[in-house]
Every structure is written in structure tokens, then in C-alpha cells.
């Protein structure tokens, strides 16, 4: 028996020299990033899928720092559902290394994102001078085509060639140079024009990291579909700390009939969104309210705790566990009833709230979501 350990040993220790007498390369793969695609959860409202889209993304093919496919690899790694490259047709400052083609990007990209089941859009961003700015075209035929001078006089007829393609437009971070131009971040006759024929269909109120919050009053009072996009141009992990459990890249939520092309655009259409960045999101008060309502259970009351208060008579305190079934995060003031006075609702967690005996829900308000610049929805948590 020792005799074939030590013949087994011999073996052993002569493999592992000859492999490295071979200089064959071990692989130490305990340190490669692993390969899986995040699950951003949030279940379904009302029978509507929430798929997660980011709408305005640049790739070296206007002024972004990335090839096409690394905005795939992210989109896949973040569990997002739809993209689209937004490449500014009148800014490409790179035309000296890449050739200028605005169609690009998306061509080159199509396979891998068919492959890696992320609905790709085909899309462009009208780059005009500021006011009227820049606007997002989506579902647009051929990208190639637009003008690609950015003299005001041309700014009608630039939006004109997405109106023959039929495309989705929005007004993108409307806020942008606010401070350094007057008048810029103001609902401009342009716009207004293009709201009135139907031509303008949403507008940004999340770009990256701003809330510009003058959108969400005028998506309100206009009717504009309210959106929430990246804009990236750097990577993604470079510009967001994905490490952070409530923080994902800028994103719109869209309550899509299927998770298709055509269901997102049916969806965009009826303004069925919500915005969504870092803890906050942003929209219409009927959609927050459905999507919190969804995603936030309050359970049976557990257990139920005797006092006596202020005059003698005996009270009870119940206890209560409220679920976020979600990875959004939820902020909650009480506004009526007897209960907890402040709720957080971390992703997919649960906290336990208390309730005095008697009361059949209690009102919050969401301090966490906005339905215009200066107010937040009040939701009900109903008690068992
Ligand atoms: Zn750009
Ligand atoms: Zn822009």
C-alpha cells in the first residue's frame, strides 16, 4: 500500500513539474470576473412586464469612449431589456480616426445584442444648438440621412426627417446649460410647436445623474411620456457606483404588453413609464402608485402588544412585516393614521412597522418618488 502512495505521489508531483516544464499556462479563473447577467426584479403591475430601457447611449461613433458592443456586454451584465445608441448626428469629433456613419454603431452591434436577448432600437440624437437642444429619435429607419450641420435655421427641418420615419421623439435633458444660458431651460416655442402637432412624444426628466425637475412638471401638464436615460459616454461602472445595493445606471421603466419592440413602442406611445434613478423615481402619479403596489406587501399582523395609555384604557400595539418584493428602493413618511412614522424599504427586504389596534390602513407619503417638481404620491399600506 505505501509502496503505490508513494508511486501515486511520484506521478502526481512529476505531472504537475512536467506542466510546468511545458511553460503551459495555468488559468487562475477564481479571479476573472464571473460571467452572469444581473436580475433587476421587479414583478410584473397589473399584468404589465416592467422591461428596464436606457435610451440615450454614445459609442465612439459620435462622442462616446466605448465600441458598440461593450454598451451590449453592460446592457446584458445590468439586466437591462432594451438599449438603443443615440449617436449625435451633428457632434463627431472623432472623424479623424472613425469613419462617420451615424448607421454604425447599431449595425454592428445587432447580432450580439439578438444573441444576448436585449432588444436593440434603432435610434439617433438630434443635436441642435441649445435652446432648442437635443432630442432622441427612436425607432427610426435608416439613421443615415440627418442633418448634419447645426445651424438654427435647419432645426425644423433636422426633427422634420424623423417625423417621415415615424419616429418616437423625445426632448432630451431639457435642463442642460441651464446655468450658462439664458433662457435655456424654459418650455420654448419650439417645443411647444412640436408638442401641439404630435410631433414630440416624451421628454427626459432622469439624464445620467440630474433630475431635471421642470420636465416632470411639463411631462405632466403636456402629456409627454416621461424618460430616463444613461446618456452614457464613459463605461457604465466607470460613471455609476454599481456596488451601491439601491444604484443601477439611470433607466426607464416601461409596463410593456410583451417584452417586444413593438410592445415598448405601444407602451411609450400611452406614456406608460416611470423614471427611475438611483433611489428616486419619477412619473405619473397612477403609475408610481400601481408600480409601489405591486411591489410592496404588508403582511398579517403578528404579534400584538398590550399598554395602557395617557387615561388608563387599555391599547394595543400591532406588528406588522412589509415586504419589497423589488430591487427599487422605497422612502415612506406617515402622513395618516397611528403607526410607524418613517419606512425604508431596501431592495428586496422587508421591515417590521407598528400599527395601533383599530385602524385599517395607514397613509405615506413616498418621499422616495415624484409626480411633479414639488410633491410626492401618498400610497396606502393596508392592515390585516
Ligand atoms: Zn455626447
Ligand atoms: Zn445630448
Not at 459609442?59 to 446584458?76: I, L, M, Y
Not at 430616463?228 to 461602472?237: P, R
Not at 404588508?298 to 400591532?318: L, Q
Request: glycine content about 6%.
Amino acid at each position: 500500500m505505501k509502496k503505490y502512495l508513494s508511486l501515486l505521489t511520484f506521478l502526481l508531483t512529476a505531472a504537475s513539474v512536467t506542466t510546468a516544464q511545458n511553460g503551459e499556462v495555468f488559468r487562475m479563473s477564481e479571479f476573472a470576473k464571473p460571467k452572469k447577467r444581473e436580475i433587476i426584479r421587479i414583478p410584473n403591475v397589473d399584468g404589465y412586464q416592467v422591461l428596464k430601457a436606457d435610451f440615450h447611449m454614445h459609442t465612439v461613433f459620435s462622442d462616446g469612449h466605448v465600441w458598440p458592443n461593450v454598451r451590449v456586454q453592460e446592457a446584458w451584465n445590468e439586466g437591462l431589456d432594451a438599449i438603443a445608441y443615440t449617436e449625435h448626428v451633428e457632434y463627431t469629433p472623432y472623424k479623424a480616426d472613425v469613419k462617420v456613419d451615424n448607421t454604425r454603431s447599431y449595425d454592428l452591434a445587432e447580432n450580439q445584442a439578438a444573441e444576448n436577448n436585449i432588444i436593440l432600437i434603432r435610434g439617433t440624437e438630434i443635436t441642435r444648438q441649445t435652446p432648442p437642444g437635443h432630442f432622441n429619435a427612436l425607432f427610426i429607419g435608416d439613421a443615415s440621412g440627418y442633418i448634419a450641420d447645426n445651424d438654427p435655421s435647419k432645426d425644423k427641418a433636422a426633427i422634420e426627417k424623423a417625423v417621415q420615419q415615424d419616429a418616437f421623439l423625445f426632448w432630451n435633458h431639457p435642463g442642460w446649460k441651464a446655468t450658462t444660458i439664458e433662457g435655456s431651460y424654459e418650455w420654448i416655442d419650439f417645443v411647444d410647436q412640436l408638442q401641439k402637432e404630435k410631433v414630440l412624444g416624451g421628454i427626459e426628466v432622469f439624464n445620467g445623474l440630474g433630475f431635471h425637475k421642470k420636465a416632470l412638471d411639463w411631462a405632466m401638464d403636456k402629456g409627454l411620456t416621461v424618460m430616463a436615460n444613461s446618456d452614457i459616454h464613459n463605461l457604465v461602472a466607470h460613471d455609476y457606483d454599481l456596488a451601491t445595493d439601491y444604484v443601477h445606471r439611470t433607466m426607464t421603466l416601461i409596463l410593456a404588453k410583451e417584452r417586444s419592440a413593438e410592445s415598448i413602442r405601444e407602451a411609450l406611445e400611452a406614456g406608460r413609464t416611470v423614471a427611475w434613478a438611483s433611489k428616486y423615481l419619477a412619473g405619473k402619479e397612477e403609475h408610481i402608485k400601481r408600480l409601489f403596489n405591486a411591489c410592496v406587501e404588508v403582511g398579517p399582523s403578528y404579534h400584538s402588544k398590550k399598554s395602557k395609555d395617557a387615561n388608563g384604557n387599555e391599547t394595543r400595539t400591532n406588528y406588522y412585516e412589509v415586504t419589497n418584493n423589488s430591487d427599487l428602493y422605497f422612502e415612506l413618511v406617515l402622513r395618516s393614521g397611528n403607526g410607524t412614522k418613517k419606512i425604508v424599504l431596501y431592495p428586496s427586504s422587508s421591515q417590521i412597522i407598528t400599527a395601533k389596534d383599530g385602524q385599517s390602513n395607514l397613509q405615506y407619503e413616498l418621499v422616495s418618488a415624484y409626480i411633479r417638481s414639488d410633491e410626492h404620491p401618498i400610497v396606502t399600506l393596508a392592515l390585516k
